[in-house]
């Protein structure tokens, strides 16, 4: 993956997000619509039960906003696949496509995605679950279609933040039965997700679950603030229906970050002094912050009134969830007072991305984060932990020495 100093915005606070307003706002940037077409062309060979699967693109006004309207269309011989199947149709699809390793990862990650909401709202599992409209072609065309449009703008080693997503109210119907707004899947992947949401009063769907699963893989890193950029460039993707109330279209803004490329936001750091706690009990306490939603959790060694020993305990968190966090802590450990000190963070910027590492003959993609330079250059990268720890599960290698094996391939350099 090739870092940059880009950055997209994804605006979707008014009318939310669906794949085809992606699409329109990717060609609306730049994107090929031949490239579309090709995306078409792969989907319609490599997913059994599919024919005539065509995309057709149309310049059409949204709140008298000149916007790209995508519309993808299939005939279909299955009424349902496994999210299996589709995974496994998309992987065939993303290789005879060439997409990077950003896009190849991308795609993966959306559909997974997608298929835990659906696991999640249904009761079955991930892979044996059954997908209905969402394992129709139109999904993977979408998905795909992003990545290659992104591989082809440059916009893959791009940091991209989005703002609220806004979701719909009323009802919306699929599979012959009305559901509320959002949809049930879109609902579970904004909440597994830990993702911004904005109601509005709009009775519509405006966020799908493929729109949905989309941005939360796009904005993997969001803050509360906006960075500062120059703008260079503004796509605007229609959604399929004119509203009344709002104009029905997502904006993509890619531009350059401006000065050291910092972003900000805004956290607190909730804090507690213990001197009578047992360590089994901050250890659940640690445990339980981490799965509520703490960013990060510390204990500190100190020494306190009458030069007794204690512990600090130091969270940092969203303010959103700074009452809930201070309460559990004070559930868990016995403390009768929590302080919470706000404060503001500069945040790096960073690329991410996966690189391929063979370890005993067998190969393995794992998730690299990179901190960047203000001109865009990789300092320091770092493998994510979860994915070491299971290459170590599977080879018997320990933490330290497949650490070793990455050093060995930079993953710190411009790649």
Known sequence: MKASGRAVIIDASSSGASGDKFLGALVDLGGSQKRLGKVAEVVEKNLPGTNNVQVKTTRVERGEISAELVEVSSEEKVSKRRASDLQSSAIKCAKV???SEWGTAFVKSVLDTLSSAESRVHGHSAKEVELH???????????????YLADELELSGSKWWSSPIAVGTGVTSFSGRTYPNPAPAVAEILRAHKFPTKTSNIQFELTTPTGAAIAVNLASERASEFPVISPNKIGYGAGAKELDQVANILRLTVGELSGNGHAHDEVVVLETNLDDVSGEVIGRAVEKLMEAGARDVSITPVFMKKNRPGQLISIIADKTKS????ELLMEETGTLGVREIPVSRHISRRASGTIALEVGGKKFQVRVKRALTSTGHSVSGKVEYEDLRRISNETGLSIRELQQIVKNRAIGRDT
């Open 323 to 326: 009452e809930y966090l201070a």
């Open 97 to 99: 496509l060439g997409l």
């Open 133 to 147: 409209e969402l394992g129709s072609a139109d999904t993977l065309v979408d998905i795909l279609g992003v990545a």
